[in-house]
Nanobody, 122 residues
Framework: QVRLVESGGGLVQAGGSLSLSCAAS????????MGWYRQAAGKQRELVAR???????NYADSVKGRFTISRDNAKNTVHLQMTGLKPEDTGVYYC????????????????WGQGTQVTVSP
């Protein structure tokens, strides 16, 4: 069984910085893209940043230049460094691991973390 455990988040003033981390536990053969999504109150969950197993990351326009996503394939971890935070960045942040395979030549499955709250005060 795969479990995603998130850490980081919290309360910060506008202009501040926070770092989120997510580790996928379990016996994992491979993971495709890893990413961060967020959901503000009353809104749909949206992509923040996503990084494939090989290749360049992509970001939501609203966070480009302020957020940086990185991953450690050997440890199956993904990190999100957030700077220049704005009140509109407030929400619950979820990590996602896409197409996680426990064995080669098997069907993969997506997994989500439980979410961590990020609150940015004006």
């Amino acid at each position: 069984q795969v479990r995603l455990v998130e850490s980081g988040g919290g309360l910060v003033q506008a202009g501040g910085s926070l770092s989120l981390s997510c580790a996928a536990s379990g016996t994992i053969f491979s993971v495709d893209a890893m990413g961060w999504y967020r959901q503000a109150a009353g809104k749909q969950r949206e992509l923040v940043a996503r990084i494939p197993s090989g290749g360049s990351a992509n970001y939501a326009d609203s966070v480009k230049g302020r957020f940086t996503i990185s991953r450690d394939n050997a440890k199956n971890t993904v990190h999100l460094q957030m700077t220049g935070l704005k009140p509109e960045d407030t929400g619950v942040y979820y990590c996602k691991s896409a197409n996680v395979k426990l064995l080669p030549n098997t069907r993969g499955q997506d997994y989500w973390g439980q979410g961590t709250q990020v609150t940015v005060s004006p």
